[in-house]
Nanobody, 127 residues
Framework: VQLQASGGGLLQAGDSLRLSCAAS????????MGWFRQAPGKEREFVSS????????FYADSVKGRTTISRDNAKNTLYLQANSLKPEDTAVYYC?????????????????????WGQGTQVTVSS
């Protein structure tokens, strides 16, 4: 199983970015998917999750209104569109897969509930 995250980079406050996470070796549509992030010296924190069907989505308060999670099951790919970026968004962003029998369950906000993880992509936002 491989989750390959991409799309990070060096940005300025107010910029937008789109992260992608390509999955292979797994039946992508069997998994709720999530995005987490970890800043230096801090614990890994939940950003957003999406159900298998893509109908249910869940966002952390810190990104709500600025971020949209989506997925394309035909392409085995997860996305995170983030707008109005802030310096506090600086972190390594990880995608993760959570096996779920419920196609409407958006995935838990706990990092230890996920079965597979990508390698992370660095997002740095300067002020």
């Amino acid at each position: 199983v491989q989750l390959q995250a991409s799309g990070g980079g060096l940005l300025q406050a107010g910029d937008s970015l789109r992260l992608s996470c390509a999955a292979s070796g797994v039946t992508f549509s069997d998994y709720a998917m999530g995005w987490f992030r970890q800043a230096p010296g801090k614990e890994r924190e939940f950003v957003s999750s999406i159900s298998r069907s893509a109908e249910k989505k869940f966002y952390a308060d810190s990104v709500k209104g600025r971020t949209t999670i989506s997925r394309d099951n035909a392409k085995n790919t997860l996305y995170l569109q983030a707008n109005s970026l802030k310096p506090e968004d600086t972190a390594v962003y990880y995608c993760a897969a959570h096996f779920s029998v419920n196609p409407q369950y958006p995935g838990p906000p706990r990092w230890n509930a996920y079965d597979y993880w990508g390698q992370g992509t660095q997002v740095t936002v300067s002020s």
